[in-house]
């Protein structure tokens, strides 16, 4: 069965450094996202893509943030100077369609990467 | 804003107990709620969804009604086993848009036998 697979699965860097979290989306999928959780709080949005684009992005997903889909397989976020409240775990999702009427499209999740900025 | 509410955990049940996880939701517009499940050292998999008011979405036993006029969307399981524990993640997406989800705190799951 197709999954969403995520590279690395547990990232430690320090404050001040980049970090490039990978992920693998679904073959045929168009839409892509990354979530992230900070340890006991709730998993919350950061940013979608399709078409080559950010569709939405939430406030989170600042300047130090940035997303890109380099080669038609891989969807990357990178965290330019990461700080301390970076830690979390990190992760993506993709969808195969959007159907607007329905408002509904199931995502599918990776297992995640863990991040920890010393 | 849009915003979902779950019960507290962690809820630790014996083996073949009734569980109910409470969640509810603010919302504009009539949004789609989901269902999903965190086992250890997985991903986020979608349990169950309903995309609009009186749906009932099931899966594996467990069945969440779609209230709009309590705005809610319980959790619920008549018999749970061991294999159950896990984190619960109540969401929704607005309608419209690009449907990223708004998920709650999430609800540990701990069954014993």
């Known amino acids: 069965e197709p999954e969403v697979t995520q590279t690395p699965s547990h990232q430690v860097t320090q404050m001040g450094q980049e970090v490039i979290l990978r992920c693998v989306p679904i073959?045929?999928?168009?839409?892509f996202y990354w979530y992230r959780q900070i340890l006991g709080q709730k998993v919350e949005f950061l940013v979608s893509?399709?078409?080559?684009?950010?569709?939405?992005k939430s406030e989170i997903f600042d300047d130090q943030f940035s997303v890109e889909r380099p080669d038609g397989s891989n969807f990357t976020l990178k965290i330019r100077s990461t700080k301390l409240e970076d830690s979390a775990m990190y992760f993506c999702?993709?969808?195969?369609?959007?159907?607007?009427?329905?408002?509904?499209?199931?995502?599918?999740f990776g297992p995640g990467t863990r991040l920890t900025v010393l | 804003g849009n915003s979902v509410t779950q019960m507290e955990g962690p809820v630790t049940l014996s083996e073949e107990a009734f569980l109910t996880i409470n969640c509810t939701y603010t919302?504009?517009?009539?949004?789609?709620l989901f269902w999903y499940v965190q086992y250890p050292g997985e991903g986020l998999q979608l349990l169950l969804k309903?995309?609009?008011?009186?749906d009932k979405g099931s899966n594996k036993g467990f069945e969440a009604t779609y209230r709009k006029e309590t705005t809610s969307f319980h959790l619920e399981k008549g018999s749970v086993q061991v294999s159950d524990s896990a984190v619960y993640f109540c969401?929704?997406?607005?309608?419209?848009?690009?449907?990223?989800?708004?998920f709650g705190a999430g609800t540990r799951l701990a069954v014993h036998p």
């Open positions: 999702a993709s969808s195969d369609s959007l159907r607007m009427r329905s408002s509904y499209n199931e995502q599918f």
């Open positions: 073959s045929n999928h168009l839409y």
């Open positions: 893509f399709y078409n080559n684009e950010i569709s939405e």
């Open positions: 919302a504009t517009g009539y949004p789609s």
């Open positions: 309903a995309t609009k008011a009186d």
């Open positions: 969401a929704l997406t607005r309608s419209g848009g690009y449907n990223k989800l708004i």
